[in-house]
């Protein structure tokens, strides 16, 4: 029988054809859930309009006192919105999947598991401009003042990024999907208070803030803060915080990550 008979002719699409469709139905997927939309943008948004209109935490707001609390509180919140997004979202989704076993029938279909993995980030990327522009819009509607040049906030930003996915998928592929539901919510919660990103490292005593200093959540909300607030070049101390992680954390799930 001579080829071109039968049409359309079965077999797999291009990789980079099931990644990308697979990266648009995971982004509906998460925009579509109303708890994930909750903590992805609806808390950030809250939480940058609250802290900059109610003195509620006193924040530094430059040399002699001047400057505006949302020129501090911006770039924090623009780390928390990573934060929510990459580690957190992506962690209970992730290990829901799992738990319902999509990920195993996935993983039995022509998308190969390292192109599933890519749809996750590119899903994350995604909803991050969603959130990032959002943010930014309102923080500009709040007085926000930024510096510095945007292409280092970009570097800082997929850093992190790969930090907390890295981190995200390993909870997700080692923990049962309640536990990991539990977990994720937890560090969101503990990392907001003492990650840096609303109240100041100065407020903490200066042995805990050396260890605090370590944690990608710090590093990410005092680099995009170093950059944005004070204008400075990419800071390489935070950049290079954050890109241990990532291996650390994307290492570990590559190594560690149970499909079923």
């Given at each position: 029988m001579s080829a071109g008979t039968f049409t359309p002719s079965p077999g797999a699409a291009p990789v980079s054809r099931m990644i990308l469709a697979q990266t648009a139905l995971e982004t509906r997927m998460l925009l579509r859930n109303g708890e994930q939309l909750l903590l992805t943008v609806i808390i950030p948004a809250l939480l940058l309009t609250l802290f900059s209109a109610v003195d509620i935490v006193t924040v530094p707001t430059g040399e002699g006192g001047t400057g505006k609390s949302v020129d501090f509180l911006a770039p924090?919140?623009?780390?928390?919105?990573?934060?929510?997004?990459?580690?957190?979202?992506?962690?209970?989704?992730?290990?829901?999947?799992?738990?319902?076993?999509?990920?195993?029938?996935?993983?039995?279909?022509?998308?190969?598991?390292?192109?599933?993995?890519?749809?996750?980030t590119l899903s994350v990327l995604v909803t991050e401009v969603l959130q990032i522009a959002l943010l930014t819009a309102i923080a500009f509607a709040l007085g926000w003042s930024p510096h510095g040049n945007p292409l280092s906030a970009a570097v800082l930003i997929l850093l992190g990024t790969a930090a907390f996915s890295g981190?995200?998928?390993?909870?997700?592929?080692?923990?049962?999907?309640?536990?990991?539901?539990?977990?994720?919510?937890?560090?969101?919660?503990?990392?907001?208070?003492?990650?840096?990103?609303?109240?100041?490292?100065?407020?903490?005593?200066?042995?805990?803030?050396?260890?605090?200093?370590?944690?990608?959540?710090?590093?990410?909300?005092?680099?995009?803060?170093?950059?944005?607030?004070?204008?400075?070049?990419?800071?390489?101390?935070?950049?290079?915080?954050?890109?241990?992680?990532?291996?650390?954390?994307?290492?570990?799930?590559?190594?560690?990550?149970?499909?079923?």
């Open positions: 924090g919140i623009l780390a928390l919105a990573v934060m929510s997004t990459a580690f957190t979202g992506q962690a209970i989704a992730t290990g829901f999947d799992r738990r319902y076993g999509v990920l195993k029938r996935l993983g039995a279909s022509p998308l190969p598991r390292w192109a599933l993995m890519a749809a996750k981190l995200g998928l390993l909870m997700a592929g080692t923990l049962k999907a309640e536990a990991t539901l539990a977990a994720a919510n937890l560090v969101f919660l503990l990392l907001l208070v003492g990650g840096g990103v609303i109240v100041p490292m100065e407020k903490f005593p200066g042995a805990v803030q050396s260890i605090l200093g370590l944690l990608p959540i710090s590093a990410l909300s005092d680099g995009l803060r170093e950059v944005l607030q004070h204008g400075a070049a990419l800071p390489w101390g935070d950049a290079a915080i954050l890109a241990g992680w990532a291996v650390l954390g994307l290492g570990a799930a590559a190594r560690w990550f149970r499909w079923e």
